[in-house]
C-alpha cells in the first residue's frame, strides 16, 4: 500500500491567499483526520471524518479554515484568507475501523503564509 | 478538558543505554495507549500499543501502563542514535468517539 498520501508537500504563500491541501487515504480506511503541528501547540486535531462524514469539526481554529471528503480516496483543506498565524505542518492521517486510535499519517504538507 | 502530559525534554542517554520516557493522562476512563515516533522534519509513526496493565514487549521497545495511577510509560533498551526523535504519547478517548488525545512529545537524544 502506498500509504497515506498528501499534497502538496510545501506550499509558500502571501497573506490573503486561498490554499487548498490535499489528501488521499489508505485504501479501505473508514476515518480521516486533519491535524495541524506547530512548536507551540503541539498535534491539534482540525476535523474528523467517518465515511466521508464530517463528525467533529470543534478543533478548525475559524471560519477561515473548511473541509471536504467528497469520496472514499479523497479530502481537502482550505484556508481562504490564509494568515500568516496560519504557518504550520498539516497533516492527514486515516485509520480503519477495527483500530480507529491507530492512526496512520501522510508526510504532512509545511505551509508558510508570508 | 481531557490532557496528556510528556515533558518536553530533551532527554539525552548514551548509546547502549535504556530510555525511559513518562505519560501521564488525565482521563481515568481511557483503555486504549500509543507511543508514536516522530523524527525530525517527519510524520508520527505509530510504534506501539497498550490496552491492559502491565508491561508489552516489542523487540526492543516496552510498554508499561497503570491505569491505577494514570501512567504509561515507553522503555527503550540498548539505545541506538538511530532513536533519537520526539515520542509522542496518545491516549484513546473512553467518552465513545474515537479521537486520540495527543501529548505534546518527548525530544529524545541518544549520543554515540
Known amino acids: 500500500d502506498a500509504g497515506v498520501i498528501q499534497s502538496p508537500r510545501h506550499e509558500v504563500t502571501e497573506m490573503g491567499q486561498e490554499v487548498t491541501l490535499r489528501c488521499k487515504p489508505i485504501?479501505?480506511?473508514?476515518?480521516l483526520f486533519w491535524y495541524r503541528q506547530t512548536m507551540m501547540r503541539g498535534l491539534e486535531l482540525l476535523i474528523y471524518?467517518?465515511?466521508?462524514?464530517?463528525?467533529?469539526d470543534s478543533g478548525m481554529p475559524e471560519d477561515r479554515f473548511s473541509a471536504k471528503m467528497p469520496n472514499a480516496s479523497f479530502s481537502t483543506l482550505k484556508i481562504q484568507p490564509s494568515e500568516p498565524r496560519d504557518s504550520a505542518v498539516y497533516f492527514c492521517?486515516?485509520?480503519?475501523?477495527?483500530?480507529?486510535?491507530?492512526?496512520?499519517f501522510g508526510p504532512g504538507t509545511r505551509l508558510t503564509v508570508t | 478538558q481531557k490532557e496528556v502530559e510528556q515533558n518536553s525534554g530533551p532527554l539525552s542517554v548514551p548509546e547502549g543505554a535504556i530510555a525511559s520516557l513518562n505519560c501521564t493522562y488525565s482521563d481515568r476512563g481511557s483503555q486504549s495507549f500509543f507511543w508514536y515516533r516522530q523524527y525530525s522534519g517527519k510524520s508520527p509513526e505509530l510504534i506501539m500499543s497498550?490496552?491492559?496493565?502491565g508491561d508489552k514487549e516489542d523487540g526492543r521497545f516496552t510498554a508499561q501502563l497503570n491505569k491505577a495511577s494514570q501512567y504509561v510509560s515507553l522503555l527503550i533498551r540498548d539505545s541506538q542514535p538511530s532513536d533519537s526523535a520526539t515520542y509522542l504519547c496518545?491516549?484513546?478517548?473512553?467518552?465513545?468517539?474515537?479521537?486520540?488525545?495527543f501529548g505534546r512529545g518527548t525530544s529524545l537524544i541518544v549520543h554515540p
Open positions: 492521517a486515516s485509520s480503519p475501523l477495527s483500530a480507529t486510535y491507530e492512526q496512520y
Open positions: 497498550i490496552y491492559s496493565n
Open positions: 485504501s479501505g480506511h473508514d476515518y
Open positions: 496518545a491516549v484513546g478517548s473512553s467518552g465513545g468517539s474515537y479521537i486520540p488525545t
Open positions: 471524518f467517518n465515511n466521508n462524514v464530517p463528525i467533529d
